[in-house]
Each structure stands twice: as C-alpha cells, then as structure tokens.
C-alpha cells in the first residue's frame, strides 16, 4: 500500500463556498437582533474647517427617526491611537466626506431620508489638496509604512549615474486607487449593560476589540467582535474604520442595536484609499546592461488627520544588484482623507515604476528586457547584504518566458498592426516580503474521529477555513474531512489580521505546533479520550517574530500581450501569464484564484482606475462604481498563473510564503511596457485610458 496523498496542496474545494453561493453565509450587516435600528451618516461638504451649526430639527421630525448624532450629542470617546476614529467629538473637519452627523431610525430609508434632512452650517478655511514635486510643505520622514526607513544610500549613486555609459531618466505617476470591495463597510453594534458586541466586516477581529475596548474605556473581556464572513478588504479593512465606531455610538445612544453600512460614495473618503505617487528613477548601466547606479525617489501625499507614508521605493532595494543605489521618499500633509494599505501597499507602484524605468533601459541599451534583469541578478539582498532564504526570479522569468512564446517575439516597438489595431508584449517583475507575525491556536480531539481547530483567524475571501484545515490534517495525519475549523470570533485564541499577505503563514505556524502537540498528547495517552475531547494549544510568540538572518521575499514573473486601437486609443490586454516564487503552495486552487485575483486588479490599475481630487471641494471624483471603473468580465483575457515547486526551510512549518498580493505587483508595468511595444510611445502615467492614448497617437 502507498501513502496516502499530503492534504497540503491540493486543490479542496473552499469550505464555505456553498453557504455563500447560496446566501446562508452571514456577512457583518445581515445580522438581525431583536430591536435593530439602522443608522446614516452625514459626511462634510467641505474640505477643511469646523461646524458652526446643526438644524436637525426637520430629519428628526420624519416618521421612524429615533435621533440625529452630532458632536454636541454623541457619546464622548476615550483618546484612541488612531485619530481617524475620533468621529463625532469635536466641530473640527479635516477633510471633504468626515462625519458631521449620525441619523438613526427605524428602517435604512428612514435613516437616509433624515441624514439627507440635517442641515450644516460651515465656517471654511483655506485648504490644499494638490500633490506637487515641488510642493513647499514636503518634508522627508524617517520611517515610511511597514517601519522601512524613509532614505537608504549606498555607495555615489549620483555620481555613478553621471559617469554611466547609459542612462535614464524618466517620472511617472501613479494616481490615488480606492479599494472597492464588493462588501462596503459595515457592522452591526449592541450593548448589554457594559459589554459591547460587535458583527464587523474586518480583517481582523481582535483588533477591533482592541480599539472597541480602549475608546469606550471597556476591558477587552466585555467586547465581543464577530467577524465570520467577510466580502474583501484588500487593506481597506485591515484597521477599525469610523463605521463601526459610529454603530457602537449610536447603539449606546439610542439603547437599541444599531447597524450601519457605509454607503458606497463614502468609502473612498472614510476606509482609505492608495496615495498618489510621483516617481523619479535614474538608472545608469555599463553597455552589457550591469547597473551601475539605482536612484528611486517619491513624493507621495498623506493627511493632516494621521502620517501614513507609501513605501513606494522600498521594493528598489531588494530587487537589482547595483554598484550605488539610493530610496528616498517626500510625503506632503494636505488636507484629504487618510491613505492607508491597498493590496501590496508599496511594492504596487514602487515595481510600476520601477519595471517601467528597467523596461526603458532595456530600450536605450538594446537589450532584451528578459535579459536584463536576469544579468542584475543579486547574491544577497542589496540593501541588507543578508542572503535570500530563497529567490527564483530568473526560474520564474524564464519559464514565464517559454510558457509565453517570448523567444518569437519581435524587438521592434509599433511595427505589428491588424487594420487599427497595434498589438505588443510586456514584461515585469515582482516581488513581496514574507510577513509573519505570532499567533495562538487550539486543537481538540474528539472520540468520535472528529479534530476541531480553534484559532481566531478572518477568512476575508481568501479560503482560511480550508487552507487551515489542510495544515490541520498534515499535521494530525487525518484526512482534511476529520477536521472542522472555528475562525472569526473573539474569544477563539488570539490571532493577527489578514493583511500583508501574512495569514495564513502565522495562522498556519500556531495551527500546525497546536496539532503536534495534540499527536504526541494522544501518543502517549492510554485509554479513551475524556467526554470533552483532548485538547492542546500553541503560542508562535517568541518563535514566529524572532530575528532571521536571511531576506525572505517572494517573486514573480508578469507577462502580457495587448493590442491598441489607433482610432480610438482603447487598450486591450489579450494575454496576462504569471508566474510566482511563493514557497510551498498550500492549495492549488485557492492559490491560482488568489494570483489571478491579483492580475485582475492589476489590470484594473493599468487601464482603467484612477481617483481624483477636485481641487475647489476637496472631495473625491467618481467615487462610486459608475464613475471608478473596475474591470468587468469584458475586460479580462485569459490569464494564466503559474508557479515554482519553491522548497525553502527558513520560513515556517509549511513552507509557504504570502500568495495574496504578489499577483497585483508586476501587472501594471507588464501591461505598460507591452503598450509602449505596441505603439512605439512610453506612457508614463496611469491608467491608460483610450483618452490618454489617443492623444499621444495623434
């Protein structure tokens, strides 16, 4: 007889897939306790100043309202460490869209009628919302989201960029990008007595709990947060957002369970949104391609409201060996919205800009493009000198390149033309680090054959149950039908958010160590289990944060195939091929669903997604579905995602890296240097919408 096949790896079907095509998945919103309310918020029209007057006198007057929240009636609040929470405790606003007012009644139209009713009063002032290269206010931070620091230097890059023998130097820019879940932001709140119980759309329930419990000056053991189901995040909800502070507000102020959805519109001002970016990458090379000098710089915007910086040119520092190199990052504090994470916040449009620049030294140098990158290849990481744990970028390169057809493909940009139609191929690299953070896990073993994990991770899309469950049975030995998985409740053991395409590598680490230690529990128990199962339990603390001498990143390979429309610049991806690095791939079916989901987005950021602030009102520009155009079914070619058999054992029992965000990395720029193939002109700001396109066409 043969071993029976490692449940890791293999595609199972997502757990909780039936109940969700089939509507019995509760998501944050859907809860209904006895006595529910709904509530709507009021958001400022103005992009700076302070309230002066509330009329809320007629929303009140209208059948089923209960209450109109202001800064005068609303709950006071404890100092919390994020100051995007402090809603409804002063007449301050900060920015277009911050919440003014809070209407309560007895049904959503109710709700939105009376928030539609309260009439605000404003006393603005001067405010700035305009990202400039050379804005007077930018400043240099010292440390750049993720703790990165803001500058790293090595060697005379200036002066080894005016003494190459080839040279670039080109800008771009990348515009804002707001997150978009299909999920808008919600949560359902009630009290009882002293003890506060949340259903929140988050990608992480203890901290929601956290925050819940420091604002409302509650011990966490009276805040209970479910966060079962969870319809998409990609960042947006790796952090409380003012929703489910506003529904804890107002059920404490009506004494009824209060649930509120932030309306569509306001998401992009509320939940945070990707910062624009301006690039400037010099390059300069020896004639065979050999960099000599690498010099990235942004400037990127954050808000008055709270620091958060892009660390758009950390991902230049892990990538290409260089003799010089220097990162650096401006940030300009104007009054907008808080910016926050977007799935692979900075590698995203660090590597666009990045890939763009090495695809147009390729160009200068004569070079295939595949080639170069693979004659940059590091030994160690650049900016740390430590060895990779593990890198396959040329693995991936190459086989993304036979897999692609790369070797027939034509140098010469704008020469292959169908009637109007240009077409043109791409490629670009990627790259994301391996995030691991502690967690804590059970699990119990039942007499009757039944294995039940119990570990508070969040299932945002992404198959957790699943994925766990087959770490679960790989390390019991049982089949991944023995094992029944618990997520998405406080009280389960403590674990970190689904973020930094971290999860499932800690989740999986306390998941794994709780299960061997049940299998030696029961190896060296006689006799029947107890009525209540056997039960062991893990703490990574200590072990999944200790210091690693080695640079653990994934990578990835991007290629594309577009063809461009000369009569009305509209923009065609034909073919998108990945291929990734990611460690031990834990499901192939999960996986592959992530790395294209990545693609997509990808997609969406090279051709049809772009925020804008109107400068006189401060407020966002097409910030619904109609006017932010994610791409539809329409719009996606066939993709393929690919992968590398990646053995790496300095990473965690499984072996696996993040799979989550590195798919979105390098798509843009693929997308964008196959344009550039197709049409012989270099476009170097985002998206590439037929408007754009045609006027550089003429």
């Not at 620091?149 to 190459?164: H, I, K, L, V």
């Not at 290409?320 to 990052?329: D, I, L, N, V």
């Not at 679960?472 to 689904?498: H, K, Q």
């Amino acid at each position: 007889m043969g071993s029976s096949p490692s449940p890791l790896g293999a595609p199972v079907e997502r757990r909780e897939g039936r109940a969700k095509v089939t509507g019995a998945a509760k998501y944050a919103t859907e809860y209904a306790p006895p006595g529910r309310v709904h509530a709507w918020p009021v958001p400022a029209t103005v992009a700076r100043g302070k309230v002066t007057s509330l009329d809320t006198s007629a929303a009140l007057a209208l059948p089923g309202v209960l209450a109109v929240l202001t800064h005068d009636t609303a709950p006071r609040l404890a100092e919390g460490d994020d100051p995007t929470l402090a809603v409804l405790q002063d007449a301050r606003v900060p920015h277009h869209g911050w919440p003014v007012a809070l209407a309560v009644a007895e049904t959503l139209e109710a709700a939105r009628e009376a928030a539609r009713a309260v009439r605000v009063g404003y006393a603005s002032e001067p405010h700035d919302t305009a990202l400039t290269w050379d804005h007077p206010d930018a400043y240099e931070p010292d440390k750049v989201n993720g703790g990165y620091p803001g500058e790293r230097r090595q060697g005379d890059p200036e002066g080894a960029f005016a003494e190459a023998a080839v040279r670039v130097d080109v800008s771009y820019t990348v515009p804002p990008l707001h997150n978009h879940p299909m999920e808008p932001h919600g949560a359902t709140a009630m009290w009882q007595g002293d003890s506060l119980t949340v259903f929140d759309s988050s990608q992480g329930a203890d901290t929601v709990r956290e925050v819940l419990a420091q604002l409302f000056s509650l011990p966490e053991e009276r805040v209970s947060v479910v966060c079962e189901h969870v319809g998409g995040g990609f960042g947006s909800k790796g952090t409380p957002r003012p929703h489910v502070v506003l529904a804890a507000l107002a059920a404490r102020h009506t004494g009824r369970p209060v649930q509120l959805a932030l309306p569509r519109r306001e998401l992009t001002e509320l939940v945070g949104h990707r910062a624009p970016t301006l690039h400037r990458l010099r390059l300069g090379a020896r004639p065979d391609g050999t960099l000599t000098s690498l010099i990235h710089e942004v400037t990127t915007h954050t808000s008055r409201v709270k620091e958060f910086v892009e660390q758009a040119a950390v991902p230049a520092r892990v990538m290409y060996a260089s003799g010089s190199s220097r990162t650096s990052h401006r940030a300009v504090a104007l009054d907008v919205p808080t910016p926050s994470w977007m799935r692979a916040p900075g590698e995203t449009p660090g590597m666009y800009a990045l890939e763009s620049a090495v695809d147009e030294l390729a160009s200068a140098l004569g070079m295939d493009p595949v080639e170069l990158r693979v004659c940059n290849e590091p030994p160690a990481e650049p900016d740390s000198g430590h060895p990779f744990s593990s890198r396959h970028l040329v693995e991936c390169l190459r086989e993304g390149a036979a897999r692609f057809g790369w070797s027939e493909r034509d140098p010469r940009p704008g020469v292959r033309r169908s009637g109007p139609w240009l077409t043109g191929t791409g490629v670009a690299a990627a790259t994301y680090p391996v995030l691991i953070s502690p967690s804590r896990a059970m699990a119990t073993a039942h007499s009757d054959g039944l294995y039940v994990v119990r570990i508070n991770a969040t299932d945002i899309g992404t198959g957790a149950r699943t994925v766990l469950a087959q770490v679960a049975a790989e390390a019991l030995g049982v089949g991944v039908d023995s094992v029944r998985t618990e997520i998405g409740l406080t009280g389960l053991p403590r674990a970190p958010l689904a973020g930094g395409s971290s999860g499932t590598s800690s989740w999986g680490w306390a998941v794994h160590e709780a299960c061997r230690n049940l299998t030696r529990q029961l190896a060296a128990r006689p006799g029947p289990l107890p009525p209540g199962g056997l039960t062991a339990s893990a703490d990574t603390e200590g072990t999944a944060d200790a210091e690693t001498p080695y640079a653990r990143h994934a990578f990835g390979a991007h290629f594309a195939e577009t063809a461009v429309d000369t009569d009305t610049g509209e923009v065609r991806v034909r073919r998108l091929l990945g291929v990734y690095a990611a460690g031990r791939i834990l499901n192939a079916r999960t996986a592959r669903s992530q790395f294209i989901g990545g693609m997509v987005m990808g997609l969406g950021m090279a051709l049809t997604e772009g925020g804008s602030l109107d400068p006189a009102s401060g407020a966002f520009i097409g910030s619904d579905l109609a006017g932010y155009h994610v791409p539809a079914n329409a719009d996606v070619p066939a993709i393929e995602a690919h992968w590398i058999d990646e053995e790496d054992p300095h990473l965690n029992p499984m072996g696996s890296k993040g799979i989550g965000e590195i798919g979105i990395v390098g798509t843009a720029a693929a997308i964008g240097n196959a344009v550039h193939h197709a049409t012989g002109i270099r476009f170097r700001e985002l998206p590439l919408t037929p408007d754009r396109v045609h006027a550089a066409l003429g």
